[in-house]
């Protein structure tokens, strides 16, 4: 593993506070949502990058899948650990990241979801050849035919959020729909805070990059951790979704 950039930082001190998110309420509800749409028999392999605390991977695994989550965040793979833990479940965690991360074996489906990883930007990465290489590392991870669902922040409400003093100070890139911000947490030692940015998503944009990277995309729909449905985009929600499959 090499050095920790600043996301994974601020996930390392985040990750003891991570399921008192709101957003993290409606693991069940989500998964069912999975299932349905994966469709996959039980003890199917399924690969989850970005898995942060594990509740996806966890909550899959009670239903008889076989699970690998993969975070760059040594804090979040420890609360998985004791999620699992918890469970009952046998999860493989692997410590790594996604832009750098090959399976030696294939699987037959894919997620990365609730900003795993995907869209999420250290002030030194090409966000262009930041997320490409990730959908290249998980198509190569994937049986032929494996499906592949990913949710990333949405491009729209980016847009509507900032106006021409953010494009002006360079708080937001209009031509990459990169937002630049400081996320803040709390330590032992005081709070500390780094600069990181975030890409935000067109629908066509997804589209364009999962066709270069080896995917058939199948659907784009409003992705909203709480809210995941066959729906249409709400322009100002937080997450979008597509569902692809490897060709």
């Known amino acids: 593993m090499e050095n920790k950039n600043e996301w994974a930082e601020f996930f390392d001190g985040h990750a003891p506070i991570y399921m008192s998110n709101p957003f993290a309420s409606d693991t069940v509800k989500e998964v069912d949502f999975l299932a349905e749409e ?14 942060g605390t594990g509740r996806h991977s966890v909550e899959l695994a009670r239903r008889g899948y076989q699970v690998t989550g993969v975070d760059i965040s040594s804090g979040m793979l420890t609360e998985a650990k004791r999620a699992a833990e918890k469970a009952g479940v046998l999860v493989e965690w692997v410590h790594a990241d ?22 999420l930007l250290t002030v030194e990465d090409d966000p262009a050849a930041h997320d490409l ?16 669902v990913l949710t990333t922040p949405n491009g729209f409400a980016k847009i509507r959020k900032h106006g021409q003093k953010d494009v002006e100070n360079g ?3 209009p031509l990459a729909l ?5 996320v803040e947490w709390d330590t032992p030692q005081g709070k500390r805070s780094e600069l990181v940015r975030e890409r935000g998503y067109l629908p ?9 990277t080896g995917f058939r995309v199948d659907s784009i729909w ?15 929600e937080i997450e979008i979704m597509v569902i692809g499959t490897k060709t």
């Open 98 to 119: 996604a832009t750098k991360f090959r399976s030696k074996r294939l699987f037959d489906a894919a997620i990365s979801l609730c900003e795993g990883g995907f869209a």
């Open 222 to 236: 409003g992705g909203t951790a709480g809210n995941w449905a066959r729906r249409k985009i709400e322009l100002d």
């Open 133 to 148: 290489a990730i959908l290249r590392n998980i198509n190569a991870s994937l049986e032929r035919g494996g499906r592949f």
């Open 171 to 173: 708080t937001f890139d």
């Open 38 to 51: 994966l469709n996959l028999p039980p003890k199917s392999r399924i690969l989850d990058i970005g898995c």
């Open 204 to 212: 066509q944009q997804l589209a364009a990059m999962l066709s270069e």
């Open 178 to 182: 990169v937002e630049t911000f400081t």
